[in-house]
């Protein structure tokens, strides 16, 4: 059988399956145990009291049709209903037209039919009038009879206080079972949260603690964590000293063509110089991305505002365009400031003029960078987020004085924080739109 459909219906958090394998065996345990004692315990013992019953109330009638007068009946009743704990009234009052018991008197259903089965006599039954007591009419040879006795002699005596027990001790269960689940779990939590910040670029403290397998799983995330942090800095370390080694000879290079003729060829060797140049600081940026700077609190409407500002007064058509929300969140600024800069500086380099909007929404922050120039094919989006990645003519990403890192650059920014990149088309202005998000 396939029960997919359930999924839809199940907690989507751990805490609340847990809770459910936890509680549901104790309810499904409850409602098994009630059945059982209202069957085989509540119904028959009520059966055989109320069988033995019967045979008490036959042999009663069988004293009473024996006499010979109803004198003689009346005085076998009297001799006999106190041995036999009944209350016997002959003639008997008025009696009912049909045998009353409220609906959920599960063990009086069981009384009637016993009592009507085994007394054929038996004229009516009322278990509503007194619900302590059971009122019998009977068809005798001189009159009716009227027996009442206890209910107590047909049924058990407070059958609601095993239910009520049990209620109470399966809450009790129930509770300390949940405190239990959530000291357990604390651990995956933290865990969990330890993980995220990561994610996002944030180490936070965290310490593996709880279950065996918990501690296996936290040691195993620390290690991770120093083996990537190890690798980070062991990679700065490495371009920077990479990117000392290459200046030494391109400042060689340099000083050799400054005191040649100047030509054409001294003109284009000098040219492949700075272009190497560029092309270092640019990959050394790449590397080195997600060190720039620590993370702080930071409105990022105000940070926007500051880049477009400078953006503006070095000569490009960029300005502000839609705004919502406020705030602040945890995020580089100088990263992120970098990254928006190759974002701005990539649109004024493939269009004329650029629009950054701001969307700060409740968990998450989207700046959008738009332009009105040639936009990149849907089936070459994802590739054009790769390093030094070249595209086709419509949109090159080294055409220009760029090298092909801008957008690489700003998708690695916004990975470090737990967000990405996002290429589309631009409704506004119909050329690119970028779409950076982050996290809240």
Do not use: C
């Given at each position: 059988?396939?029960?997919?459909?359930?999924?839809?219906?199940?907690?989507?958090?751990?805490?609340?399956?847990?809770?459910?394998?936890?509680?549901?065996?104790?309810?499904?345990?409850?409602?098994?145990?009630?059945?059982?004692?209202?069957?085989?315990?509540?119904?028959?013992?009520?059966?055989?009291?109320?069988?033995?019953?019967?045979?008490?109330?036959?042999?009663?009638?069988?004293?009473?049709?024996?006499?010979?007068?109803?004198?003689?009946?009346?005085?076998?009743?009297?001799?006999?209903?106190?041995?036999?704990?009944?209350?016997?009234?002959?003639?008997?009052?008025?009696?009912?037209?049909?045998?009353?018991?409220?609906?959920?008197?599960?063990?009086?259903?069981?009384?009637?039919?016993?009592?009507?089965?085994?007394?054929?006599?038996?004229?009516?039954?009322?278990?509503?009038?007194?619900?302590?007591?059971?009122?019998?009419?009977?068809?005798?040879?001189?009159?009716?009879?009227?027996?009442?006795?206890?209910?107590?002699?047909?049924?058990?005596?407070?059958?609601?206080?095993?239910?009520?027990?049990?209620?109470?001790?399966?809450?009790?269960?129930?509770?300390?079972?949940?405190?239990?689940?959530?000291?357990?779990?604390?651990?995956?939590?933290?865990?969990?949260?330890?993980?995220?910040?990561?994610?996002?670029?944030?180490?936070?403290?965290?310490?593996?603690?709880?279950?065996?397998?918990?501690?296996?799983?936290?040691?195993?995330?620390?290690?991770?964590?120093?083996?990537?942090?190890?690798?980070?800095?062991?990679?700065?370390?490495?371009?920077?000293?990479?990117?000392?080694?290459?200046?030494?000879?391109?400042?060689?290079?340099?000083?050799?063509?400054?005191?040649?003729?100047?030509?054409?060829?001294?003109?284009?060797?000098?040219?492949?110089?700075?272009?190497?140049?560029?092309?270092?600081?640019?990959?050394?940026?790449?590397?080195?991305?997600?060190?720039?700077?620590?993370?702080?609190?930071?409105?990022?409407?105000?940070?926007?505002?500051?880049?477009?500002?400078?953006?503006?007064?070095?000569?490009?058509?960029?300005?502000?365009?839609?705004?919502?929300?406020?705030?602040?969140?945890?995020?580089?600024?100088i990263a992120v400031t970098r990254a928006l800069e190759n974002l701005v500086g990539n649109a004024l380099r493939y269009g004329s003029?650029?629009?950054?909007?701001?969307?700060?929404?409740?968990?998450?922050?989207?700046?959008?960078?738009?332009?009105?120039?040639?936009?990149?094919?849907?089936?070459?989006?994802?590739?054009?987020?790769?390093?030094?990645?070249?595209?086709?003519?419509?949109?090159?990403?080294?055409?220009?004085?760029?090298?092909?890192?801008?957008?690489?650059?700003?998708?690695?920014?916004?990975?470090?924080?737990?967000?990405?990149?996002?290429?589309?088309?631009s409704a506004a202005l119909g050329g690119l739109k970028v779409d950076f998000v982050l996290p809240r």
């Amino acid at each position: 059988m396939n029960f997919g459909w359930l999924k839809h219906y199940m907690p989507r958090g751990l805490y609340g399956r847990a809770a459910l394998i936890l509680l549901l065996p104790i309810i499904v345990l409850q409602i098994a145990v009630s059945l059982v004692f209202i069957q085989r315990q509540f119904e028959d013992v009520t059966l055989q009291m109320t069988r033995s019953l019967a045979l008490e109330i036959g042999f009663l009638l069988e004293e009473v049709d024996t006499s010979g007068s109803l004198i003689e009946a009346t005085a076998r009743i009297a001799r006999l209903s106190g041995p036999l704990e009944l209350n016997v009234e002959i003639p008997a009052i008025e009696s009912p037209e049909s045998n009353a018991r409220v609906f959920y008197d599960l063990s009086g259903r069981v009384v009637i039919e016993t009592l009507t089965e085994k007394i054929p006599a038996l004229r009516a039954v009322d278990l509503v009038s007194d619900s302590r007591r059971v009122q019998l009419w009977l068809d005798s040879r001189y009159d009716d009879i009227y027996v009442s006795l206890s209910r107590r002699r047909v049924s058990a005596s407070n059958p609601h206080q095993f239910f009520v027990l049990m209620v109470f001790v399966g809450a009790v269960m129930s509770v300390v079972a949940v405190l239990f689940l959530r000291n357990q779990l604390r651990p995956i939590r933290r865990l969990s949260r330890a993980a995220e910040a990561f994610g996002k670029g944030r180490i936070v403290p965290y310490k593996a603690t709880g279950a065996t397998e918990v501690r296996l799983a936290g040691s195993a995330f620390l290690d991770m964590r120093a083996r990537i942090e190890r690798h980070i800095e062991q990679r700065t370390m490495m371009l920077s000293g990479v990117s000392h080694d290459l200046r030494t000879p391109l400042t060689r290079l340099k000083l050799g063509l400054s005191m040649l003729d100047k030509s054409e060829d001294t003109q284009a060797l000098a040219k492949d110089v700075e272009d190497m140049e560029r092309l270092l600081d640019e990959f050394l940026s790449f590397a080195r991305s997600d060190a720039l700077d620590g993370q702080m609190e930071t409105d990022p409407v105000a940070l926007v505002r500051d880049l477009v500002d400078n953006a503006a007064r070095g000569g490009g058509d960029v300005q502000v365009g839609t705004v919502t929300g406020e705030g602040v969140l945890m995020l580089r600024p100088i990263a992120v400031t970098r990254a928006l800069e190759n974002l701005v500086g990539n649109a004024l380099r493939y269009g004329s003029r650029a629009v950054v909007s701001i969307h700060l929404m409740e968990r998450a922050l989207r700046i959008s960078v738009e332009d009105d120039g040639p936009s990149i094919p849907e089936n070459r989006r994802e590739e054009a987020l790769k390093p030094f990645a070249r595209l086709d003519a419509a949109r090159n990403q080294n055409r220009g004085p760029g090298v092909g890192l801008g957008l690489s650059i700003a998708n690695d920014i916004a990975r470090s924080h737990g967000g990405s990149l996002r290429l589309s088309d631009s409704a506004a202005l119909g050329g690119l739109k970028v779409d950076f998000v982050l996290p809240r």
